[in-house]
């Protein structure tokens, strides 16, 4: 069975940094595009990175980037994403997602993880 | 970037009734589309990929058509369990674009 376990978010304040993770098993991590979504509380989804396989290509949304990192380490099963110089309008659910080719598989997603930047 | 305009944002609609969401991109997007629904408090769960293929499981009361700019998500007989977000998620370029959000509610 494939899951998506997310873990780190919290409170932090505007201009701090947190590290989310996502712990995936039941897949060939190593085989599979991932990805980070979000969502603001009461709001819409908004993708926010991909990465590949190899971590060698990487995309974010306009609104993060030089601000946030994603990295994966295969030999640990793991998604990550290094959020620095946080604003308020980055609070939301992050979810971690196996949301790529191919498509006939099915979509995965984690259950989410709250980061809420105030002061 | 490529924006999505999905509409209406909102509407009221009864069980048994047939309901129509639409995706305009502001530039052809071939079918690299999907739709998926979420409801609250829940991560969402696809329900159409490439634009038109139905993903396994999901009843086929849902479809999905549309090409190049202009996409559509039918639900052919509302049942209960549809009342939910439903959104559209272009995938064309190396940056992804989700559209705004429809909610279907209970009228």
């Known amino acids: 069975e494939v899951q998506l376990v997310e873990s780190g978010g919290g409170l932090v304040q505007p201009g701090g940094s947190l590290r989310l993770s996502c712990a995936a098993s039941?897949?060939?991590?190593?085989?599979?595009?991932m990805s980070w979504v979000r969502q603001a509380p009461g709001k819409g989804l908004e993708w926010v990175a991909n990465?590949?396989?190899?971590?060698?290509?990487?995309y974010y949304v306009d609104s993060v980037k030089g601000r946030f990192t994603i990295s994966r380490d295969n030999a640990k099963n793991s998604l990550y994403l290094q959020m620095n110089s946080l604003r308020a309008e980055d609070t939301a659910v992050y979810y971690c997602?196996?949301?790529?080719?191919?498509?006939?598989?099915?979509?995965?997603w984690g259950q989410g993880t709250l980061v809420t930047v105030s002061s | 970037d490529i924006q999505m305009t999905q509409s209406p944002s909102s509407l009221s609609a009864s069980v048994g009734d047939r309901v129509t969401i639409t995706c305009r991109a502001s530039?052809?997007?071939?079918?690299?589309l999907g739709w998926y629904q979420q409801k609250p408090g829940k991560a969402p769960k696809r329900l159409i990929y490439?634009?038109?293929s139905l993903q396994s499981g999901v009843p086929s009361r849902f479809s999905g058509s549309g090409s190049g700019t202009e996409f559509t998500l039918t639900i052919s007989s509302l049942q209960p369990e549809d009342f939910a977000t439903y959104y559209c998620?272009?995938?064309?370029?190396?940056?992804?674009?989700f559209g705004q959000g429809t909610k279907v509610e209970i009228k």
């Open positions: 997602a196996r949301v790529h080719l191919p498509y006939e598989e099915g979509d995965y």
């Open positions: 039941g897949f060939t991590f190593s085989s599979y595009w």
């Open positions: 990465i590949k396989q190899d971590g060698s290509e990487k």
């Open positions: 530039q052809g997007i071939r079918n690299d």
């Open positions: 490439a634009a038109s």
């Open positions: 998620l272009q995938h064309n370029s190396y940056t992804w674009t």
